[in-house]
């Protein structure tokens, strides 16, 4: 399948991800999407020898005028959480969105770290100074990562006094504390009642005090404005230091040291600082699902969720996005949230994979484009599977976009007409499932317009022209099973023909066998493949064992290297026998395994011989399969037909096969 042309978008750095320190890696696929101007989505999926590592990035230029960071949450009011995928259908224009800060879990729930949206300051910083970091945008679209503040002040500029509050937005244990309330957090004040009767609610519009209620009910707090409020002694601290009609204005690190931001959410340790690794201050302990942004020199924003703690997925912990974050290029880098909030939403779909169901969230972030798009005049297609077989089901991404390239972000994927030229095959909104063989297109239409993307479909079990119903003149290699099975007369004397055919071979194969007299009894040159790392040229042909009887190649600590130098270096023939089944343990190591034989087979004869219940013989792609039995499993109702063994013969400096059979009428 042909990489899509978006892929030149993504920047060098990315492309040359590192393996990091979990184990040998095997196999990486990528697809890069585009999902706007300045915004792209790259999908990795490593494949390591102890699991996998899934992985999102998303690329954002702040450069480019028509995109923006900005925060979301739950608009009926953030103190009650909500998913992120309700938080993505209330608002308008998203692209791609991530969970963001971590929170508290509480009724109200409330953001540990600070929040700003379109300029307001909606949360203050998290009261451990130095150990959650912020994430900030200014006016100008510059992004700024660093240690906030927690502290917050009234001041009232009538008076000249300034009052100490302890948390905007966060809920105040029996409103002993002096806090403030937007009508973000919440649409109403809490009002007195008939326990806390003693509070005081400063109600602050357009900074101007609009009234100073003490023991009155719930009031609708202000849009461009906020409550403060408290109760006990601090009530009347309140009603002294504020009367109607002053002049406030709230104090913070964020309004007076970071002047200008617009948007800003927390988050957890600082990861990097100027490209150099920095202390942990904050640590979830394990490996599991994560979610962390950087800033790169060009002022490019990266914001990555990992998949974890649900197999095969290995995860990440704070050390290993440490390392990861500074291969893609950041320059600074921080944790957001992550375990079951990690989440990431491109084209109406959640992109990564979790553990359970969506969490309910505090608040989010989300890139937007700010252009009105125009028609659509575009369309692009990502299938995202690199080989593609008969009966495959692939997802695809597809994307419209008007002549400008800004996205049309109200179609997404299951919204186009999907067909297909030079195959067949069915598509159910997110999927195309292929039923025939071919070289030809995908196709997606939408409102007159058509984009289209190549794609080989693979035959798969298709008949194998290499198989041959006869063999004239010497194989140079014979294959055998484990020969261990009835020691009864009639056994012995069938595998006594056996031993004797497989004397006149030039080449003895004896398949993970563990019947040693029947191999000793064998005259011609045997080699014993069982388990890793051996193999043999013989004849214009390399054979090589692999063990993947654990439950894939990956199971055994360097063989998939040893297995891709052999076919590289190896000859034009090469015979590779699995010493269990001729599917791998997982599907992503099924698929690397697939491209790698196939890619192969493109230069080279490649031929897998697996161990079966039965004797058979099949093509996929350009790969021969080729069944072998024990003799334990070998049908023995009719001698003539039944009893066989495998044998290769050089044919023009090509391998042909057949099951030859050792008695004949």
């Not at 999102?56 to 900005?70: A, Y």
């Not at 009966?391 to 007409?417: A, C, H, M, Q, W």
């Not at 891709?564 to 015979?575: R, S, T």
Request: glycine residues 10%.
């Amino acid at each position: 399948m042909k990489k899509r042309l978006a892929a030149l978008i993504l920047c060098f750095s990315i492309m040359m991800t590192p393996t990091l320190g979990f184990a040998s890696m095997i196999d990486e696929s990528r697809n890069v999407i585009n999902l706007s101007q300045g915004v792209s989505l790259t999908k990795i999926n490593s494949l390591y020898e102890n699991g996998q590592q899934g992985v999102n990035i998303l690329d954002i230029d702040l450069k480019n005028p028509s995109v923006k960071i900005d925060l979301l949450f739950n608009q009926n009011g953030f103190a009650q959480r909500t998913k992120l995928s309700n938080m993505v259908n209330q608002s308008s224009g998203v692209i791609a969105a991530v969970n963001g800060d971590f929170f508290s879990m509480s009724n109200p729930g409330f953001s540990l770290g600070p929040m700003v949206k379109d300029g307001k300051q909606l949360s203050n910083a998290h009261y451990e100074q130095n150990k959650y970091a912020s994430f900030m945008v200014d006016v100008n679209n510059s992004p700024i990562m660093a240690y906030i503040n927690p502290g917050v002040q009234i001041e009232n500029q009538s008076r000249n006094i300034k009052v100490d509050i302890s948390a905007i937005n966060k809920p105040s244990k029996d409103f002993g504390n002096i806090v403030i309330y937007t009508s973000e957090y919440v649409k109403n004040s809490p009002g007195a009642n008939g326990t806390y009767f003693d509070l005081c609610e400063i109600v602050v519009e357009n900074d101007i005090v609009r009234e100073v209620r003490f023991g009155q009910g719930p009031v609708a707090i202000p849009q461009n404005g906020y409550v403060i409020l408290a109760g006990g002694a601090n009530s009347y601290l309140l009603q002294g230091a504020f009367g109607v009609g002053e002049k406030v204005n709230i104090l913070t690190d964020i309004s007076m040291n970071h002047q200008n931001v617009k948007t800003a959410v927390g988050g957890g340790t600082m990861l990097l600082r100027n490209g150099q690794d920095v202390p942990l201050t904050q640590e979830v302990k394990g490996k599991s699902q994560r979610t962390a942004m950087g800033v790169t020199s060009d002022q490019r924003i990266l914001i990555v969720t990992v998949d974890g703690r649900k197999a095969p997925y290995i995860g990440m912990d704070e050390r290993d996005l440490q390392q990861y974050m500074k291969s893609l290029g950041a320059k600074d880098a921080m944790m957001l949230d992550g375990g079951g909030s990690t989440q990431m939403i491109a084209d109406g779909k959640i992109q990564n994979n979790m553990t359970g169901s969506e969490r309910d969230l505090v608040n989010a972030l989300a890139v937007k484009s700010t252009t009105q798009s125009g028609p659509i005049a575009s369309i692009e297609i990502n299938p995202l599977k690199e080989t593609v077989f008969v009966g495959d089901k692939v997802e695809l991404v597809i994307r419209g976009f008007d002549s400008s390239k800004n996205p049309i972000l109200d179609i997404t994927t299951p919204s186009y007409s999907v067909g297909s030229e030079g195959f067949s095959g069915s598509f159910d909104g997110r999927n195309f499932t292929f039923s025939s063989a071919g070289t030809g297109h995908i196709t997606a239409s939408y409102g007159g317009v058509t984009g289209r993307v190549e794609v080989q479909v693979l035959p798969k079990n298709a008949p194998d022209s290499r198989f041959v119903q006869n063999i004239q003149g010497q194989s140079i290699a014979s294959v055998f099973g484990d020969m261990k099975g009835s020691d009864s007369v009639f056994d012995d004397a069938i595998r006594a023909f056996m031993q004797s055919a497989a004397s006149a071979s030039q080449q003895v194969i004896m398949m993970d066998n563990s019947d040693k007299v029947f191999q000793g009894g064998v005259s011609a040159p045997t080699e014993e493949f069982s388990g890793a790392y051996k193999y043999k040229n013989h004849a214009g042909a390399t054979f090589i064992s692999v063990d993947n009887k654990n439950g894939g190649v990956s199971k055994v600590n360097g063989q998939w290297a040893y297995l891709k130098g052999l076919i590289d270096k190896g000859e034009q023939n090469v015979v590779i026998f699995l010493q269990g089944s001729s599917t791998m343990g997982t599907p992503r190591e099924q698929e690397a395994f697939d491209s790698m034989i196939q890619n192969a087979g493109k230069t080279k004869n490649i031929y897998i011989v697996y161990k079966a219940n039965d004797f058979s013989s099949r093509m996929d792609g350009s790969v021969s399969y080729i069944g072998m039995p024990d003799y334990k499993n070998i049908k023995k109702t009719n001698l003539y037909e039944d009893i066989k063994y495998l044998s290769f013969m050089n044919q023009d400096g090509k391998l042909v096969y057949t099951f030859q059979k050792i008695f004949s009428n």
